[in-house]
């Protein structure tokens, strides 16, 4: 059975961090992914995009993330994470990792993020 399953959401204040994870099972192999990224929505809006790593290690970020969001992959962990720093209240969000192979897209279920005081 294919899974993604996130963990690490919370409620933080806001300036606070959170670490997202990201853990792959079944089928699923990070190394092996062509792209791995997080995405986010937040109520009333859409999904978008947060940041992603290649294959290759090469990283892109939503220019509202950069500077304060860090992706890695640990491979022998077959697991994604996100770092956020300086947490804001416009990042409270569901937040959900993506795995996109050569012939499969996968989604995890979301793992919630509140920024509030």
């Known amino acids: 059975q294919v899974q993604l399953v996130e963990s690490g959401g919370g409620l933080v204040q806001p300036g606070g961090s959170l670490r997202l994870s990201c853990a792959a099972s079944g089928s699923i192999f990070v190394p092996n992914a062509v792209i791995v990224g997080w995405f986010r929505q937040a109520p009333g809006k859409e999904r978008e995009l947060v940041a992603t790593i290649h294959r290759d290690g090469h990283t892109n970020y939503a220019y509202s993330v950069e500077g304060r969001f860090t992706i890695s992959r640990e491979n022998t962990k077959n697991t994604v994470y996100l770092q956020m720093n300086s947490l804001k209240p416009e990042d409270t969000a569901v937040y959900y990792c993506?795995?996109?192979?050569?012939?499969?897209?996968?989604w995890g279920k979301g793992t919630q993020v509140t920024v509030s005081s």
């Open positions: 993506n795995v996109v192979e050569s012939t499969r897209n996968s």
